[in-house]
């Protein structure tokens, strides 16, 4: 399927005054480089979670500077969904693939084998799901397209010594691929295909992330019977295990009995992920019928509603105990927000430690942490502004837009030959920025 209901035009203007003119015309040179270039972007979900708020943003904003770009979503049975969610916990490091999975994985991939355009020129392919569809092109059109496999999961090492194993049949399809894109150096794989990093980024401009007026913020709390006046403790992810709705609600219960607050749970059900409705009623069942936890399933198009919360919000948390990036708190920081998150996956890339947030391992310390920021608003604040800033510098869509074409330069433009061996090229050194760790003093 391809997606045509993308907002049009967005204002390179407005992106032009945030980012700051330096940075934007070394987008628009990079674009004129690779102007008549045809893209492609697939993945496996039209909307929730990280990579369709991505792709929503990403896709015109190429579009708006010249280069010619679609998005594709693949289609298949639920019973695939499944299979991949699996294999995405499996990736996690969690247990539980089994080889039955296999064929259900290549009966999805055969049903989309068209999805790839005969006339793109590169094509990025996001995630395990749709990683397959390489298999159903002609050796000629491997040789002309280009071809790039980005990954958005926090990748465990894979085991992959099983001829026949997923991880095994993974391994062999990433390496068919030009180039592998990564969130974070940690998670670069030791096999034969360029890898680049790209941290991910929000868009300033977007439902989602831009400024709302203080009336529709209240609102969106009259509207789910949130008090205005008592804190606002909150967390937005889809409900997953390895986001720890439950021990998020633990913390709260903590920092409840020392201080009067508030913790809204802010999640949907991204559509390519079944176990979400296990996991909703596992955390309704924790929360009982309190009546300071408000449980929210929200419908995939909520944007607004989850920006006016964040905004409404005292303190941010994110108690991942897995995480590939956290786009969820790069949008608390972007908000002014303090955010306290697990210390894992590229979490760690946006919050510097006692700086614009706290990074926890455990209930009790996210307890401690939130406690902390609830009874010290002024420190609170302080983190806020520093974090907004520190996104704007490195976690912007311009940003990443401009990562993502510096990329494409290279495999386009011939600069990567070799495919044999792993090469690890960072484009934010190559476009003249360090940016992939919090500042140090
Ligand atoms: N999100 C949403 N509705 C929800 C839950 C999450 O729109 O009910 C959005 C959230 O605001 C963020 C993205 O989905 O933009 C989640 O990205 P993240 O990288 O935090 O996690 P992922 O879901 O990709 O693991």
Redesign the pocket.
């Known amino acids: 399927m391809i997606v045509t209901d993308l907002p049009c035009c967005p204002s390179l203007k407005e992106y032009r005054q945030i980012v700051g003119a330096e940075q934007f015309s070394a987008i628009e040179e990079l674009a004129g480089r690779l102007s008549g270039i045809r893209m492609q972007e697939i993945n496996s979900t039209r909307q929730?979670?990280?990579?369709a708020?991505i792709l929503a943003s990403y896709v015109p904003f190429l579009n708006a500077l010249g280069l010619e770009t679609t998005w594709s979503v693949m289609e298949a049975k639920p019973a695939f969904f499944d299979v991949t969610k699996t294999l995405h916990n499996f990736l996690q490091g969690r247990d539980g693939f089994s080889p039955s999975m296999i064929e259900t994985y290549w009966e999805a991939q055969r049903q989309n084998e068209g999805l790839i355009e005969d006339d793109a020129d590169v094509v990025t392919i996001h995630d395990p799901q749709p990683l397959g569809l390489i298999e159903f092109l002609t050796g000629r059109e491997r040789e002309q397209k280009r071809l790039l496999w980005r990954c958005?999961v926090q990748l465990e090492t894979v085991p992959t010594g099983t001829a026949g194993s997923i991880g095994n049949i993974l391994r062999r399809l990433v390496e068919k691929y030009h180039a592998s894109i990564f969130s974070s150096f940690q998670y670069l794989p030791l096999w034969r295909v360029p890898g680049f990093i790209i941290p991910?980024f929000?868009d300033p401009l977007s439902e989602?992330n831009r400024d709302l007026p203080t009336a529709e913020v209240d609102a969106v709390l009259a509207k789910y019977g949130i008090d205005a006046e008592k804190p606002i403790v909150t967390q937005?992810?889809?409900y997953?295990v390895f986001k720890d709705p439950v021990g998020v609600i633990e913390a709260f219960r903590k920092v409840r009995r020392k201080t009067p607050c508030q913790l809204v749970l802010?999640?949907?059900r991204?559509c390519d992920d079944p176990e979400c409705f296990l996991v909703l009623r596992e955390v309704r069942e924790t929360a009982e019928d309190d009546p300071d936890i408000h449980v929210l399933d929200?419908p995939?198009d909520?944007?607004r509603e989850?920006n006016a919360l964040q905004r409404a919000s005292d303190v941010i948390v994110?108690k991942s105990l897995k995480?590939?990036?956290?786009?969820?708190?790069t949008?608390g920081l972007w908000k002014g927000k303090p955010v306290v998150a697990g210390n894992v996956g590229g979490i760690p890339l946006q919050i510097r430690d006692g700086w614009n947030g706290y990074l926890v391992s455990t209930v009790q310390e996210t307890a401690d942490r939130v406690l902390y920021l609830l009874r010290h608003p002024d420190a609170a604040g302080e983190m806020g502004i520093r974090g907004r800033e520190f996104v704007r510098e490195y976690y912007l869509l311009p940003r990443g837009v401009q990562d993502h074409l510096a990329v494409v330069d290279q495999v386009v433009n011939g600069k990567i030959t070799a495919r044999e061996s792993v090469i690890c090229y960072h484009p934010q050194v190559v476009t003249g920025r360090m940016a992939a760790c919090a500042p140090r003093d």
């Open positions: 929730g979670g990280g990579v708020e958005h991910p929000i989602k937005v992810s889809r997953d802010v999640g949907g991204a929200l995939p909520s944007h989850i994110q995480e590939g990036f956290g786009l969820t708190v949008e």
